[in-house]
């Protein structure tokens, strides 16, 4: 498969362009006049604090500004005429955008569009240190774009081998290394090599479904078994599968940090990646990317010429476990001995309230039992790339995932985000319990083809 | 005070009273050691407010009094003037059955409110072993039986009340609600103060609905340990017992546990026998079921009015060791104890006769009091012969902390220390 | 409705420091405990009640006792007034801060200090979640009873200041039934334990006082919570009624038939909606009224009076009674009626959560005139409450950008508390006082009931420092003697204060 995404126009620019002209920043408050936070969701929130419970970043420091309700009256107090300072700032920025408080709210209060539009406002108007600038820079210059993931493969895969980590870590060189970049080496999942996907993978037995097949950045280039998996577990569900070439990053990782221009630009591919695909489906099983193409509608909902195409994308898009339940499982399964943890993806179980399908496919598989995670709720501090830029919050919820995670007794880990396998893994190995990790299509894949659980045990 | 001051105060008080409202005092009204000048009756709350306002202006103290079941409670007051009499305050004023709640004067017997209330199959919750107990003195002495365990104390089940304050201001918090959190709460507050707050006049409580059936499940065993353990089974058990009680006679006898469930009739039963089955099976032992309470049901240890009675209480997981350590004591000083009451929460009460030496009396309420101590418990004196109060406190130390916020209180309440002063805690 | 009345001032207002008082604060506690960036502070300007805000002077987060006790003492040392504040759920601006006073926030103190199950007790820091205590208790068979709507956030420390009930206080009773013992900070910065370990100790029950409130007292740093043992038999039954008439007369029935229900819940057509629509509970269609009714216990006696209750409903015109198979049944049943307040912003702009009290026996007479009210006024009332006892949750409907729709709402919402007070009921049956309903305590106490309360004030904090405003509405100064006041009030005369 080629990988030729060109890079949107703007995010060649070191600044977001200034939206259009109307848009003068608001002397008289945090935001300036084009998109800022909706007054009118704003005032959907009464104020109930059933959100904070909810909320990773009140659970690890229990102030009030670093919560969902603590952020959306920093909204209000910035349309009511706050400067869009530091520490406000600084509370957007702590925010993983789990909307784990909006499976919370009971006055449906959306948080996710609110957070979006301020996010935006502060990429715009307010300019960080360099540092901070530099490693934005860095890694959206980066995670979108397959082909220069995919060139760091082989560097990564060296280094691992050769053991550098651990020559860094013994040399006390790695510990002067910044923290970001420590937390970006740290999560590196062990490279492998993974058999090319095909453009087209034929059912087995009778053709239910023709399903397209988004691939992913990350899970593209850290997780191809993943991929592979899914296609051979649609195949083996009588689902036709379709990778189309063209397609490139989704626009996820952007979106959910506010660079909005870049993510739109995304997202017009995306659409015309697979509007003429000819598909009945879109599969995706990357939570964030499921999450996202979702919302194209309102992401695109300022572009007339992709508008039509969005709405009929998103109505076609499935996560892999919220397609297998609707079609109705039929694969035979095979027994798997195996005791596992199920741990909910943010933009799986909050994004788009997927959290009985996984379960009911995994308990769906003779032998396996399935544990619940305490506090399972509770962001695991992947969230995209923000362990990258708050490694320090993200270690510590990291670290509270992975007590949780192995509190339950599991042999082995489930989930349907890269992100969130990464992060946890990192968590558990810095606890010392080097505990196997695997997405669900994985696991159904082992049991669609008769392995034994071993061989999901010593990946 | 001087015979023309109290001349003059005599005078003041029938005037505003009548003259058939005040009466010269007799022996049968001492309160401990003390004997009032005069018996002031009061037939309600506006006749307490005469008599305490009349008080205030010519500086008599005050001492209120129900049934006289419990006068003998607590420290001598440092003095008496007034015995304010409320027994002609006895009205059951509205039992509201459809919303479970009884208002009644404080001058109304226990038994009159529970006769009333048990007409719609109703009961107030609050079991007291004096047949004379009014509701005034239920709540000033906090009275408690052994439905206590499951229902809760007097603080837990009163709603509403009103007070007499010592310069005769008349003053209710709650209401007729169980519901209600507008306000400080007086009523938790004025519970087993004994009179040193003010005079209690009214009071409205929650009631809960008699059942149909009643057993009880009792095991004896002679060792004190074995008993705990028969306790604690039962305060964990699922049955849900009204309540868990001990029976200890003289002479270190062995100990009685008695549980007792209430609830529909053909069910009751039913779980009767399932505890007692499955209580039999861990503790190795015979366990009896009864349809009527055994005689010491609900009674304190002894002979009313005469000997000593003491309260000891602890954590209810350390009864073992309050029983053990009870045991040692009398050992040590030779005093033998009845003991009996709430195994469930830890709450004892214990009686020596009359006829021991008093100081070995005094000798075994310290020693009592030392081993509660050491278990973060506390032992009262809840009555004794005025030789024996002589040489213990009846209280027992309070945490200064605590005590220094109790002084406050009452110096709010009764600056002039006209309230029984002198018969509560830390001298208040 | 936006901003608050002038505050009352404190009663040593005139010597108040408030600079030397952040200063100190600044040096006794740890950097990231104290707040004062304008900004992160506004967060704090109100509570679960954001009609009433103030931005305090500064925040404080203490970690432990110790740091709540030198903040208060800092307080008391330079006369200026301080608030406490848990989750900030309280829906009478009961944690309302002050523009001239320290917000004392307790979030950070979490930590459940012990576990004590053999004496059926733990002993928690004020921040704890209610519901965490449960959770850490479940599984040796215990519970906390109170369980207020908000108990997935509402902090232990807030119920004891708010004296919290829940849909189970019906038979379980409301937090000072279920507490023990209590170490709190007085106002004058002195730590004191309150209550005991046994039960019953000698002494004044001043702990009954300092619970509900309202932190007029004190900071409670410490709480020894009774834990309940699990109940063998819960039973859940949902019924539908064409009316609230027959949905009480079956409550009724229940209650002289001597049962003691756990709980019983009651909504009305229009909170069925909402519910409806937020939470997709699948309440009977067409319903008038629903009763929720739960019954816990021993499980022949759960059984027995079930089968009661089910007939009981029956007689009085239920047209759908449904029973709960298991505990997902359990929790979709009791969804619609633990979100149903915040549900209805799903069918209103606007609203406001009433919460009052009635003698249960007049709720047909008292949902007449509500209806009554709404009717003539045009503002739509919808009705949720907790039948067994007579607690009412009006809610209020109102369009805020409709010109004088809010003043109408209050209006409305005012008189059904006036309604509640008639009938010998109370303005607030477990959201408080606070600032909210100050206005309304002189409608339900006298003078004198409400200057005698002020003694144990003043007991606790006679310099008036402690969440001064909250309450009462205008305080006796300590020292002045209870029912004697003569003239004008010395603060009302100043300007300071208004008698209501």
Sequence with gaps: MTDRTPEPESARQERQPVPPTEAAANPDGAFDAFNPPQRELIDDCVHCGFCLPSCPTYELWGEEMDSPRGRIHLMESGLDGEPLSGSMVEHFDNCLGCMACVTACPSGVQYGPLINRTRAQVERNHRREPGQRWLRRLIFGLFPYKRRLSALRLPLALYQRLRIDALLRRSGLFAKMPAHLRAMESLVPPVRRASRLPARVPARGRRRAVVGMLTGCVQHAFFPDVNNATARVLAAEGCEVVVPEKQGCCGALSEHSGREREAVEFAKRTVEAFDSAGVDYVVINSAGCGSTLKEYPRLLADEPRYAAAAERLSARVRDVAELLVELGPSARLNPLNLTVAYHDACHLSHGQGIRTQPRELLRGIPGLELREINRGEICCGSAGVYNLLQPRAAAELGDLKARNVRDTGADLLVTANPGCSMQIRTALRGRGADLPVAHTVQILDAAVRGERAESLLNR | ?428 | MESTEPAPPTREGASADLDGCVELLGKLLPEESLITDRQRVRTYECDGLASYRTVPAAVVLPENAEQVRSAVAACSEHGVPFVARGSGTGLSAGALPRSDGVLIVTSKMRRILELDIANERAVVEPGVVNLDVTKAAAPHGYYFAPDPSSQQVCSVGGNVAENSGGAHCLKYGFTTNHVLAAQVVTADGELVELGGAAHDAPGYDLLGSFIGSEGTLGVVTSITVRLLRSPESVRTLLAGFPSTDEAGAAVSAMIAAGVTPAAVEMMDALSITAAEQAVRCGYPEGAGAVLVVELDGPRPEVERTFTEVWQHCDEHGAFEIRTAADETERALIWKGRKSAFAAVGRISRDYIVQDGVIPRTALPEVLRRIAELSAESGVRVANVFHAGDGNLHPLVLFDGSEPGAAERAEEVSGAILELCVEQGGSITGEHGVGADKVRYMGRMFTAEDLDVMQCVRCAFDPAGLCNPGKVFPTPRLCGEAPGRRRGVHPLTEAGLAEQF
């Design chain 2, 1 to 428: 005070m001087s015979t023309a001051a109290e001349e003059t105060a005599l005078n003041a008080l029938c005037g505003a009273l009548g003259d058939e409202w005040v009466t010269e005092s007799s022996e049968a009204d001492r309160v401990g050691a003390r004997r009032p000048k005069w018996v002031v009756h009061a037939d309600g709350t506006e006749r307490a407010s005469a008599a305490l306002r009349i008080a205030a202006e010519h500086g008599m103290s005050v001492v209120p009094r129900g049934g006289g079941s419990k006068l003998d409670r607590g420290e001598s007051p440092e003095r008496v003037d007034l015995l304010l009499d409320l027994s002609a305050a006895d009205e059951v004023v509205e039992h509201a059955a459809g919303d479970l709640v009884v208002r009644a004067e404080a001058g109304a017997p226990l038994r009159e409110v529970q006769r009333t209330v048990a007409a719609a199959g109703q009961q107030l919750s609050v079991e007291d072993p004096h047949p004379a107990a009014t509701l005034g003195g239920v709540i000033a002495t906090r009275s408690a039986g052994p439905c206590r365990h499951l229902h809760g104390g007097v603080r837990d089940l009163i709603i509403g009340i009103t007070v007499v304050c010592a310069d005769g201001t008349v003053a209710s918090s709650g209401g007729k609600v169980v519901k209600n959190v507008a306000g400080y709460d007086l009523g938790k507050l004025f519970t087993g103060s004994y009179g040193t707050l003010g005079v209690v006049t009214e009071a409205i409580f929650r009631l809960h609905p008699l059942a149909e059936e009643r057993r009880w499940v009792a095991v004896t065993l002679p060792d004190p340990r074995a008993a705990a353990e028969a306790a604690r089974l039962l305060r964990i058990s699922r049955a849900m017992p009204t309540a868990v009680e001990l029976d200890r006679p003289a002479g270190r006898a062995p100990i009685t546990v008695c549980a007792e469930l209430e609830g529909r009739s053909g069910v009751t039963r039913e779980r009767a026998a399932e505890l007692a089955s499955s209580l039999g099976e861990e503790l190795g032992q015979t366990c009896e079921v009864s349809g009527t309470a055994p005689e010491w049901w609900g009674r304190l240890p002894g002979e009313p009015g005469t000997g000593t009675g003491i309260r000891m209480a602890s954590r209810p997981a350390d009864l073992a060791e309050l029983l053990e350590g009870a045991g040692r004591v009398e050992d040590e000083t030779g005093v033998e104890l009845q003991l009996r009451g709430a195994a469930g929460l830890g709450v004892l009460d214990g009686w020596v006769p009359d006829g021991s030496p008093d100081e070995s009396v005094a000798a075994l309420v310290e020693g009592v009091r030392a081993r509660a101590a050491a278990l973060d418990g506390y032992t009262t004196v809840s009555r004794a012969p005025e030789n024996v109060k002589r040489l213990v406190d009846v209280w027992g130390p309070v945490p200064s902390g605590a005590l220094a916020l109790m002084r406050r209180t009452k110096d709010q309440f009764d600056p002039e220390r006209r309230l029984a002063p002198g018969r509560f805690v830390g001298g208040l």
